[in-house]
């Protein structure tokens, strides 16, 4: 319980700062924005409460507004995300169900699942955020041309850290 807590508040602290330092910073493109912070919500363990999970991502979330200037925008988001991933959770769940001990990574649960998982809770992260920073249809196809960009650059940066950081030693 203690290493899972520790090794939470250590992942909250590196990925809000680097995508603060190093994400915010970066330019990739116009349709191209990275959401490494997205992660924390995403690695959070299976038992993890609602409502737990519903008040980490305000935080995260409001700290990133905070440093982005950006008035809430990824607060909403990241609360829109958290609020789906039980439900993304039931959609996929395996056959055997989860364990409940466990954490949602490609060491734990395999890489197709994780690429699935990812894919669908990143996908609707940025869906509310690029939407809500729009918020007007007339730029749809422009806007969804964002969102699923940025949605395959996040997964893609979110695998290769985890190969990178080995979590593939847990199993």
Not at 49 to 76: E, K, Q, V
Request: proline share 3%.
């Amino acid at each position: 319980m203690r290493s899972s807590l520790v090794k939470n508040i250590l992942r909250f602290v590196m990925l809000a700062a680097l995508q603060v330092v190093v994400f915010n910073n970066m330019q990739v493109g116009t349709f191209v924005n990275i959401f490494i912070y997205t992660g924390f919500i995403l690695f959070l363990p299976f038992e993890t409460p609602r409502t737990l999970l519903l008040i980490l991502a305000l935080a995260m979330g409001l700290l990133m507004d905070m440093f982005s200037n950006t008035g809430g925008l990824h607060a909403a988001s990241l609360v829109f995300m958290a609020f789906s991933r039980p439900g993304v959770l039931r959609l996929i769940e395996p056959r055997d169900g989860y364990d409940a001990s466990g954490d949602p990574t490609i060491a734990t649960m395999g890489l197709g699942w994780f690429v699935t998982y990812a894919l669908l809770l990143i996908f609707l992260h940025s869906f509310a955020c690029f939407f809500l920073e729009a918020f007007r249809m007339s730029e749809f196809f422009f806007t969804l041309g964002k969102i699923v960009l940025s949605t395959f650059v996040t997964v893609l940066l979110l695998i290769t850290a985890q190969l990178i950081t080995g979590s593939q030693r847990e199993k």
